[in-house]
């Protein structure tokens, strides 16, 4: 007889298998910024919840409607009630993406925004990547084991199809909650053969992994670290490529199941 754990994973197993045949119903898309947001608002035709899911007094913001066969939601930390600035960075992100999963359910979680890019590895500015893997870059705890756990890293849903099918480059992405880079963060990117630097993947997936929801991370190339200071016609250049690869990797997901991606 077969221990109760073994058929407690043999379940398991079939549940996931099961799940990612059904065709994807909702969702989650997790944005940064108001200014990488609202494009993607306008082109997939969402509406603001004004009547919000999430608890009274937290500044994040829910967009969301139908686009073809799928329920989109679009969720941004919102802006900071003293500054009025994005609330950027991880603690934002994972934050409202723990609620989000929690009150939506989604079968699939795409975390969109623009990153750096390094010209070594072949990064352009307008460049749209899909993360092979996520890691931290700035949470350094030279102690055993607790430097894997302070490196966090996660693989991404692996999405094969849709990056051959929309010719999306992919790459390691790192995470750290500063714009720039010390010279510890470069050399864990080194180490970690990132090719796109952002601000919220690692958390992201921190919270994806936890609660066990399929994640894909999109990011387009708004600046190259280490390169020219970008131009204010490239950053617009860049909203305008993310805008198009988030509608490009809906219309692909449409229909689809997760085992299709």
């Not at 795409?110 to 500015?125: L, S």
């Not at 909650?177 to 053969?193: F, G, K, P, R, Y």
Request: include cysteine.
């Amino acid at each position: 007889m077969a221990p109760h754990g073994d058929k407690s994973d043999a379940a398991d197993e079939t549940m996931v298998a099961e799940a990612e045949k059904r065709p994807i119903s909702t969702i989650l898309i997790v944005m940064a910024m108001q200014s990488e947001a609202l494009p993607v608002v306008s082109k997939l035709n969402l509406s603001e919840d004004l009547q919000s899911l999430f608890p009274k007094g937290v500044p994040w913001v829910r967009y969301r409607g139908f686009y073809k066969d799928l329920n989109i939601n679009l969720v941004w930390p919102g802006k900071d009630s003293s500054l009025g600035v994005d609330c950027v960075g991880t603690v934002p992100a994972s934050l409202v993406t723990y609620a989000s999963i929690q009150a939506l359910q989604p079968d699939l979680i795409i975390n969109a925004g623009t990153a750096g890019g390094f010209k070594a590895k072949g990064a352009c500015i307008g460049d749209a990547y899909v993360a092979s893997e996520v890691a931290f870059c700035d949470r350094r705890i030279p102690i055993p084991v607790f430097d894997l756990y302070g490196l966090g890293l996660r693989q991404a849903f692996s999405t094969p199809n849709l990056q051959k099918e929309l010719n999306l480059k992919v790459g390691k992405l790192s995470t750290s909650d500063s714009l720039h880079m010390s010279t510890q963060d470069e050399a864990s990117m080194v180490a970690n053969d990132a090719v796109v630097k952002d601000m919220e993947a690692a958390a992201v997936a921190y919270v994806a992994d936890l609660l066990k929801v399929p994640s894909v991370f999109l990011k387009v190339v708004i600046d190259i670290k280490d390169g020219e200071e970008t131009t204010a016609e490239e950053s617009s250049q860049s909203f305008a490529a993310l805008e198009r690869a988030v509608t490009q990797v809906i219309d692909f997901i449409n229909g689809k199941s997760l085992s299709d991606l």
